[in-house]
C-alpha cells in the first residue's frame, strides 16, 4: 500500500496550520475527501445536475444513471442481496432513527426488551431510548469487560426471548472495540431478535458482508469514507423493509395519490421522500471505487499497524492513559493526566496536529471510563508512523507547557 501516491490524492494535506504541516487525525469524526470524489461531484454539477427519476431529458437521465449505479457500487460494497435493500439516508443517524421508528413502533410493545451497550454513540442510545417511551419497552444494556470489551457469555446472559431489538456498534468511535458482529446475531435470532449494527466506524475501515455477518440492518455515513457530508446508506434484510412503513412522505416515494389515501413506490424508493441528495450519493460511488482500488484489506492492514504502533509510542509517555482494548481498530484514546483533554488538543493544533477532544457523543461510556471528556487520534488510509511521531512530539510539548501540574 503506497501510502505517500494516496495522501497525493487528498489535496487538503498539502498544507501548514500554525505554521506546521498539518497532521490529520480525527478521521472517525470525518474522513478527507480525494481528488476522484471531488472531480465526481464537480462534474454531476458542472454537466449532469439535474433531478433523477422524474424526467426524460438527457441530464435527468444521466442523473438518475449515476445516481442508481452509486446504489449498485453500494450494493456490492456491502454484499447485500439486492439494490432493493440499499436506501439512501443523510447519515447513519437518520439510518438507525429510521429503523427505530418505522421498525421499532411497529413490533415492539410492554414487556419487551432492547438490548444495546454502553458503548454506544447516543445515535445509537437516544433513538432506542425514545423507542422504549413510545411503546413500553424495556431497554438493557450488555455490560462492558474492564478493557472494553463485550464478552459473549454476557450477550448471552442480557438477550433473552423477550429480547426484540439488539442494536449494536461494528466499532467503538472511543474505545477502538470491533465488536463480534457474527456471534452476536446468531444470539440475538436465537431469541428471534433483530440485530441492528451502526457501521458508521465499520465500514470505511474494513471489509463488511452483510450476508456473512447475518445483521438485519446496518447503518452507515459515507462522510467516514472519503465520500461527501450528508449522504449515508441504511441497509436492511428485504423482508423487514417491505414490512416498514415510511417515515418520510411526500415526492418521489409515492406510487398514486388519491384524495384521502396513497400508496407507495417499491424498495429502496418509498423510504427515500423528496429530491435525494444526489450529489453525495454519486460522491459515494467514487468514494467506493477509491477504496476498492486502494483495497479494504490493505486499509484495515495499515490501520491496525499504525495503531499498534501508536499504542507503543503513546506508552513511552509518562503520565498519561490510554483507553481500551489493546486489539483495536485504527484509533487511539488517551488523556494526559492532570491536563483537560481540550487543552491538549489545544496545544497540539498550535502544532499543526489536528486530534478530537470531548465526550465523542458517549456521554455514558464517559461515565463508565469515569472521565469527562477524552482526546482521540484516528487513523486512515493517508496516515503515516511519521504522523504519529508527530503528535508523541506533540503530546511532549504539552506536557512541557503544563509542567507545572505534573
Known sequence: ???????????????????????????SATSQKPLPVIEAVNAYYRQDNSNVHRGVHTLGTRATDKYEGA??????????????????????TTAINTVAYSYARANLTAGDEIVITPMEHHSNIIPWQQAAKATG???????LQPDGTLALDDVRDTI???????????VSNVLGTINPIKEIAAIAHENEAVIVVDGAQGAPHMKVDV????CDFYAFSGHKMCAPTGIGVLY??????????????????????????????????KFEGGTPI???????????????????????????????YAMKQLRTIDGISIFGPDKRAGLVTFNLDEVHPHDTATVLDAEGIAVRAGHHCAQPLMR?????????ASFYLYNTEKDIDRLVEGLLKTKEYFGDVF
Open 278 to 308: 444526489i450529489a453525495g450519493a454519486i460522491g459515494l460511488g467514487a468514494a467506493i471505487d477509491f477504496l476498492n482500488e486502494v483495497g479494504m484489506d490493505n486499509i484495515t492492514a495499515n490501520e491496525q499497524k499504525l495503531a499498534d
Open 71 to 92: 446504489r449498485e457500487k453500494v450494493r456490492r460494497f456491502i454484499g447485500a442481496n439486492s439494490t432493493a435493500e440499499v436506501i439512501f439516508t443523510r447519515g447513519t
Open 211 to 214: 450476508k456473512d455477518l447475518d
Open 368 to 376: 463508565w471510563l469515569d472521565v469527562t471528556a477524552t482526546a482521540r
Open 137 to 143: 419497552a424495556t431497554l438493557k444494556y450488555i455490560p
Open 160 to 170: 433473552t426471548t423477550n429480547t426484540k431489538v439488539v442494536a449494536v456498534t461494528h
Open 236 to 269: 436492511g434484510k428485504r423482508d423487514h423493509l417491505e414490512a416498514m412503513e415510511p417515515v418520510e412522505f411526500g415526492g418521489e416515494m409515492i406510487d398514486f395519490v388519491n384524495l384521502y389515501d396513497s400508496t407507495w413506490k417499491e424498495l429502496p424508493w
Open 1 to 27: 500500500m503506497d501510502v505517500k501516491a494516496i495522501r497525493q490524492q487528498f489535496p487538503i494535506l498539502n498544507q501548514e496550520v500554525n505554521g506546521h504541516p498539518l497532521v490529520y487525525l480525527d478521521s
